[in-house]
């Protein structure tokens, strides 16, 4: 079985600061991983995806993520956090053998002036 | 292109009512899903359905059900509605062909109170 767990269910940050959304999974099979962002009253948007492919995942809007395979994370980063970033963020995990994701419980992320 | 829409956008329904939650999409993935979101405990799966004419139950799929009849329509069916079931409920759709990597799309979401 796999499972996801999100350390974290509010971060605050300053405008302009770091951004760090911590993710961990568990899965009996190499993963594919996921980070899903929901703004309010919205449905989820992709935000980037590991494909075993290179570790270090640039997506959009200045996010990346960094899967670590011996640490079992897939920490997603932002240098300069900005306002418009405010929202919820899903990590989540597929594994190869089927095309179902498993959620983590979500971090809503505060961006404060 | 619309990509994925769901009806209604809420709904306040009463104990022991049918209710069917309608999702549609336009880019002709093969694979759908229902999902229900609900504080703390993220996304989780209800049921799924890789092609038409087949389904699939997920994570949490007991009082709920779906069916595929062509490639475009997945609609939820909640044949007697409980107040545990009160969620969000989130459509979503991929082009599953065969790679791991395929990404779903989510439609916007029917928020679903049970009173």
């Known amino acids: 079985a796999q499972s996801v767990t999100q350390l974290g269910s509010h971060v605050s940050v300053s405008e302009g600061a770091l951004v760090l959304l911590r993710c961990n999974y568990s899965s009996s099979v190499p993963p594919y991983l996921f980070w899903y962002v929901q703004y309010p009253n919205q449905g989820l948007q992709l935000l980037l995806k590991y494909t075993s492919a290179a570790t270090l995942v640039k997506g959009i809007n200045g996010f990346e993520a960094e899967f670590k395979k011996s640490e079992t994370s897939f920490h997603l980063t932002k240098p300069s956090a900005h306002m418009s970033d405010a929202a919820e963020y899903f990590c989540?995990?597929?594994?190869?053998?089927?095309?179902?994701?498993?959620f983590g419980g979500g971090t809503r992320l505060m961006v404060k002036p | 292109i619309a990509g994925i829409t769901q009806a209604p956008t809420s709904q306040i329904l009463a104990a022991g009512r049918r209710m069917t939650l309608r999702c549609t999409q336009d880019m002709r993935h093969n694979a759908m899903y229902w999902y229900r979101q609900d504080l703390g405990l993220g996304l989780r799966l209800i049921h799924y359905s890789n092609t038409a004419g087949t389904t699939g139950k997920g994570e949490v799929p007991d009082g709920y059900s779906v069916s595929r009849a062509n490639t475009d329509d997945f609609p939820l069916t909640l044949a007697s509605a409980v107040p545990s079931q009160t969620s969000v409920y989130f459509c979503a759709s991929s082009d599953s062909t065969g790679s791991s990597t395929d990404t779903q799309y989510f439609g916007p979401g029917t928020r679903l109170t049970v009173l």
């Open positions: 989540a995990v597929r594994n190869n053998a089927g095309n179902m994701l498993t």
